[in-house]
């Protein structure tokens, strides 16, 4: 009697661990009943499929539970053993859902000190509202690079808060001094052994040896990160380093680089300079971060190779991270904003695949201005280009995750079988790439994995 309990207990016990990890695999009862599907009918509305440099002719597009199930010129008849939504489009343009590929969701809107010094609990609270501010500018999915928002997100999936889609890089890789080192100078040198605060709640890992490097790949993958993200170049807004600093050895990367390609998916570098990037590219990353200062050279080796190059439109203008004027970070800033223009013209005269991120860091006021920051593109590019990049385009490079892509399903792009995070705009943003910065009027309808987040149409 007394052993049948107790395998009884530790049945139990076992089941509530699983259901408190997410890794609950018992039936229960709820999920077993069957539900009738849900659809959503678009109609009458013109189509950017993420691709094309003109919308559509007037098209209609069904969804059925979170995949887009038709498109067509002609009516659509929705079967029979759904529960329809019909939205009246009205010429509107219908677009995918916008994507950020390069986001610190965690960081975005807290001044720097505060992060550094506060409760924890208070970063994740402010993140929370980030994110589901961000959802309804229309960004239905992040690729963060950098921060603690595991928990940010497992939240947003299991539908407690909303928030787009985040792709984690979990914790940013650092080596002592580098840009994602944010201890202060009189916690230096730092006890054998011991852990920062940024490093404890799982926004840095510092790592000086490539043994370490791969351990805390490891962990970041292990925590379900679906890239891995190091700092192989000095930063801005770090205290320690210049700008034209290299950061890490070749060997160090090298093992960061093994462990995400042993997990199927790929390591990425926060890199400036042509020295950093090119180490890098030596070890086998596949994507870049700013790159600002880099030269003909350079670009055209990560051309050759097929690199990804995730490019920010970064100008001294109203949506520059704010640093004191004179300090060593607003120094380092004005040299980095210097590369911006060359950057892009050689990402074009190269056709490297570029993505768009915008990195807003430390202010909440330039977090509200993610579609502009966006828009800002037209310096470089075609308004069809622009919007290509935020969804098709961001969209292939998410799809590098391979198997540690965090949803099954394709994003960027309205076709048939991919995934409905949808928006619907008041006009064609196209001919009026303006509309995207001003969402809460342009952005009547925002649909997330098939689920209508914000319907002003009735």
């Not at 497992?154 to 909303?162: A, K, S, T």
């Not at 570029?354 to 977090?367: E, I, N, R, S």
């Amino acid at each position: 009697m007394n052993t049948e309990f107790s395998r009884r207990t530790a049945l139990l016990g076992a089941g509530a661990l699983l259901t408190t990890l997410g890794l609950s695999f018992l039936p229960d009862s709820a999920q077993a009943q069957s539900k009738k599907a849900k659809g959503v009918l678009f109609e009458e509305v013109r189509i950017f499929d993420g691709r094309s440099e003109m919308l559509s002719k007037a098209s209609n597009v069904l969804v059925v539970g979170n995949v887009i199930s038709a498109i067509s010129a002609t009516p659509i008849t929705p079967p029979a053993d759904i529960t329809v939504t019909r939205i009246k489009g009205g010429g509107r343009t219908l677009m995918p859902g916008m994507i950020d590929a390069h986001t610190h969701i965690m960081f975005a809107t807290i001044p720097q000190m505060a992060i550094l010094t506060s409760d924890i609990g208070f970063i994740n609270v402010a993140a929370v509202k980030a994110a589901a501010d961000t959802l309804q500018r229309g960004f239905t999915t992040i690729r963060d690079m950098g921060g603690p928002c595991l928990g940010l997100k497992r939240g947003i999936d299991m539908g407690l808060v909303p928030g787009p889609r985040i792709w984690p890089s979990g914790a940013f890789i650092s080596q002592t001094g580098g840009h994602g080192d944010f201890r202060l100078p009189n916690e230096l040198p730092a006890a054998p052994g011991d852990f920062s605060f940024s490093e404890r709640v799982g926004a840095a890992a510092i790592a000086d040896d490539p043994g370490d490097v791969r351990k805390r790949a490891r962990e970041q993958l292990a925590l379900g990160a679906s890239q891995i993200k190091l700092m192989a170049g000095g930063g801005v807004s770090s205290a320690y380093d210049p700008l034209d600093v290299t950061q890490f050895t070749l060997e160090e990367i090298q093992a960061a680089v093994g462990a995400a390609e042993n997990w199927g998916t790929y390591a990425t570098v926060h890199a400036y300079t042509p020295k950093a990037v090119q180490q890098a590219l030596k070890a086998g990353v596949k994507c870049i971060e700013h790159g600002n200062l880099l030269d003909d050279a350079t670009v055209a080796t990560m051309a050759e190779m097929g690199i990804w190059w995730c490019l920010q439109p970064f100008l001294d203008d109203e949506d520059a991270t704010p640093f004191a004027e004179g300090s060593a970070n607003r120094k380092k800033q004005l040299q980095m904003f210097s590369g911006t223009d060359n950057a892009y013209a050689l990402a074009k005269k190269h056709r490297i695949k570029t993505a768009w991120g915008t990195d807003t860091l430390f202010d909440a006021k330039v977090a509200t201005r993610q579609g502009a920051q966006l828009s800002k593109l037209t310096r470089w590019y075609k308004p069809a280009e622009v919007l290509k990049m935020a969804t098709a385009d961001n969209g292939e490079l998410l799809a590098l995750s391979g198997l540690r892509s965090p949803y099954e399903g394709k994003l960027g792009v309205i076709e048939e079988g991919a995934l409905a995070d949808i928006l619907l705009v008041d006009g064609d943003p196209i001919a009026d790439i303006a509309l995207i910065e001003d969402p809460g009027k342009n952005f009547p309808i925002i649909m997330k994995d098939g689920e209508l987040v914000k319907n002003n149409l009735g």
